[in-house]
């Protein structure tokens, strides 16, 4: 699992800070979560293959977490996209699309599927045989969701060394990776403790921006192996933190601690502070591994 | 007059290319001349304030002359702009500024004043006492303007050796860079010409893109001092811009010859180029004062 941040400032895109935007790759697939403006230009950074995005996720219909994607959809075009593309947020935001691609005569090649949310309660949106997203519904200034990623446990992985010793033909490995047991040619039945390893823990990546402290998500994402949670102020500015429904580093710690996730990542900082470490030192106070996202980092899980 | 180039490359934004956007200081004006995705951004790099513009004038509604108009309108809310804006460009520009502004529940705090463009004739869509701005009817594959920004001719300038050889009172200045004649304390009467010099020539600027060449604004543009003329091709490649309504450097140049402009400016270049030193020589084929917009390049005239 790969954590790519294209931007992770709040409001406006500036110089030196974009917008919301990320990618994550898990088990082949590479998500997009956010785009704001800018989105485009900082994927290129990345090298990540523009074809290899079919599903984005976009959190809530603040510009600074989808003005980005109009362009990256014109942007899709111009690539001479085929594949369908699967969009998933606010109801409205179809609206929106189409009618900014209605006003350039600008229709897309390929197919867009827009998946529009309005359930204030947690809902499967994606699922196939190696991953599931969930929504985690947020309390924002508008109807936001954030996103729960999760591996599904994989197939048991082959011990080499000893279906090559009971000399198990290749086309059994599948039924052994599957967990069944094995009868070899003098009748006597192998175990498929025996033949196999456990497959690797699932992983999971719960994206939570933005949103004021909620705890009532604390249920959802207990376990969490990395949550990467908005800390937009610091808790010396709590006051505009409540007003604006943000939350700060203190309180994304406080979930991240309730939650017994593996790893915090706070971002989404407003650019009134002087260092992002102050994000930092503060979560620790509470919850002791925090990350820091920042523009271009990558993160290995 | 100034022009400050913020992005004049065409279709989709890169890490060192930007889709198109200007700057036009004009007598105390700041014009922003389309406004494709991050044109904050490299507004933000000129240092020219915010707060100067109050005149947005877009062409056409392809992604890459408006996807950036949004976020700068939600920029300007953040930084507490009061002052109406005024926004010049296609119908239907306001029906989709408004529908992004609600679908994030984002209200401007200053009034965003639209003025929606539909004539396929050339219109005056702002006039003051020291400037007005006609549109260019292009020919795109959307309804396109251009815009011809012209000062008006400016008052006398005041012969302050003259006025204080006669002793003129500080009162009568503006009177005389009016134009009038003086009479002083000894009845005798001082023409204007003996106390003024001729104000400076007006200048003007004409931005053309995009477009296909169109002979038909010649006649307007005509001894325009600086021409902005699209120039998407080279002329190997005249196919593909009959086919996409775009110009190449030859017919640009070819728009500037024929209106006896002072400097042709290329730009809105195709990125398929080696370099975009090809445009000029090929323009230099036919007219002799031509200039290369790049992103960043600051023009002064």
């Known amino acids: 699992m790969k954590l790519h941040i294209l931007g992770c400032y709040a409001a406006t895109p500036r110089t030196l800070t974009n917008p919301t935007s990320q990618v994550l790759e898990i088990r082949n697939h590479v998500f997009l979560i956010d785009c704001g403006e800018g989105t485009q230009v900082q994927l290129r950074k990345t090298k990540i293959k523009f074809s290899r995005i079919n599903h984005i996720f976009i959190s809530h219909l603040h510009g600074d977490h989808f003005f ?4 990256l959809i ?4 111009l690539l001479g996209r085929v594949k369908e593309m699967h969009i998933y947020g606010p109801k409205g935001i179809k609206e929106a699309i189409t009618l900014l691609l209605k006003l350039g005569d600008s229709w897309t090649n390929f197919p867009l599927v827009f998946h529009e949310l309005v359930s204030k309660e947690s809902q499967l949106i994606y699922e196939d045989e190696k991953v599931t997203v969930e929504t985690i519904p947020l309390n ?20 080499i060394e000893a279906v090559g010793n009971y000399k198990i033909d290749k086309s059994s ?10 009868t070899i040619a003098n009748g006597k039945v192998i175990s498929n403790a025996e033949l196999t390893f456990d497959p690797p823990k699932p992983k999971s990546y719960a994206f939570c921006s933005d949103t004021a402290y909620k705890p009532g998500i604390i249920p959802q994402i207990k ?21 604006t429904k943000h939350a700060t580093a203190k ?17 989404h900082y407003s650019t009134r502070y002087k260092s992002i470490e102050l994000f930092k030192e503060e979560a620790q106070t509470i919850f002791e591994n925090v990350k820091l996202a920042d523009d271009g980092k990558e993160f290995d899980f």
Chains 1, 2 share one sequence.
């Open 223 to 243: 376990g969490t192996d990395v949550l990467y949670h908005e800390s937009t102020f610091l808790d010396s500015e709590k006051h505009l933190s409540a007003k």
């Open 251 to 267: 309180e994304a710690a406080t979930i991240a601690k309730e939650a017994k996730v593996g790893t915090l990542i706070l971002g």
């Open 173 to 182: 490995y599948q039924n052994i990776k599957n967990g069944r047991d094995i």
């Open 140 to 159: 924002h200034r508008v109807y936001t969701n954030g996103f729960l990623f999760k591996e599904k446990l994989g197939e048991r992985k082959l011990n």
């Open 68 to 71: 980005g994607l109009p362009g």
């Open 74 to 77: 014109s942007t899709f075009r």
